[in-house]
DNA sequence: CTTCAAAAGTTGAGTTGTTGCACTTATTGA
DNA sequence: TCAATAAGTGCAACAACTCAACTTTTGAAG
């Protein structure tokens, strides 16, 4: 969720190698970057995308062709981070159980949510304080929660739409959010995966 | 769900005494009416707002005084389903259960929804078949799980934040939307609230 | 090195959802 | 009967988004 420190896109592809691709992350960064500045400064709804554009010093068609509608250049890392939750899960170490990996994946993002603190609440308050963001981003954590539920089939071999996997999926994208509200919040994660892990054990493995 | 037959408004209010209100209530359901058939016969992006409008016979100003936004145009019975859900759990007979209620409400929801099939069935296929609704219908869902559950809470005596009241109101009106799948939804959603009640009854009187 | 096709960007005009404003008409309660 | 209030109108505007035609850059193949 925190934007990225500035400018410098540290994802999960780093090394960009033709011209023309860093030309076009670039020109991306630049427009998120200057979208999100205005957008804490003044509000969502105070800026226009003509204005962001000419700050990123683009045409409003340039920026649409990165961002498919306005409420996406607050959520740019969007399509990076589903990618890293399904990487987390799909290339977990070997023996580690779908939970842990669950939990070390929020506990990390967590963690860079903890790093840039002040950046990180003012985007949260920015988020809280503008209904279509609010709904923009209830539906982003659907979609991923789906995405999610299909690799936990995948991986674990249960019927696609086996409750338990839709069920494992909400839970550990619901997890970090409540735990936001706690004052330490990886102590709640932690707790909060134990609990699940114990039970998704008992549940996949009866005998024990 | 399903649009009302035609133009006979059969709500929770059915007796609006002025005249004022009456014509009120008809200039709306004349709006919902033509945009419901217009959708239907031609795809909701196929149809803009200012047709809708004179179809109705109104200015389009008019027409975002009934409804805010156009989305809002085919969910044009929000408001009163989410009033008679309330009504289901706050005025039930005496001594029912919550989870009773729920189903009495739910079976005889989706009664009238099988009662006209293909309108419904068609109503239904608009929705699945145009992102912008299924993303509105989506947080309409939400919406009306959050008031539900708030009405739990304030029925059962439990806690407002208690996780049992939103489980509940989730389960409620997530039992539904599961039947609708299956060849025979009214045994569907009887057997799903049967099971959701006696689990209600032990978590709520452990002793039994 | 040249050339060529695809990709990125620009420009400008258009469509569509949505709102503001000034105004008319109808209903209602006093 | 008389104002207060609420519904509705017409028009103009704004903002989000799209489209079509055109220029520039870039990657690679001849």
Redesign the interface.
């Known amino acids: 969720m925190p934007p990225t420190t500035t400018g410098t896109a540290t994802g999960p592809s780093p090394a960009p190698a033709g011209r023309r691709e860093r030309k076009k992350a670039a020109t991306r960064q630049a427009i998120a970057d200057a979208a999100l500045r205005l957008f804490l400064e003044r509000g969502y709804d105070e800026v226009g995308v003509r204005e962001i554009a000419d700050a990123a010093d683009v045409s409003t068609t340039t920026l649409f062709k990165h961002f498919p509608v306005k409420e996406a250049l607050v959520f740019d890392e969007d399509r990076d981070q589903e990618a890293r939750l399904l990487a987390a899960v799909r290339e977990r170490p070997e023996g580690q159980s779908l939970p842990a990996a669950l939990r070390e994946h929020a506990l990390t993002t967590r963690l860079a949510a903890a790093d840039g603190d002040a950046r990180f609440s003012a985007f949260a308050d920015l988020v809280a304080a503008t209904p279509a963001l609010r709904?923009y981003a209830?539906?982003m954590w659907?979609r991923h929660t789906a995405a999610l539920a299909q690799a936990i089939a995948e991986e674990s071999g249960l019927a696609p739409d086996d409750p338990l996997c839709a069920a494992l999926a909400h839970f550990a994208l619901e997890a970090p959010r409540a735990a936001c509200a706690h004052d330490n919040p990886r102590e709640a994660i932690t707790r909060a995966f134990d609990l699940l892990e114990h039970g998704w054990s008992t549940l996949t493995r009866p005998e024990a």
Chains 1, 2 share one sequence.
């Open positions: 709904d209830q539906n659907l």
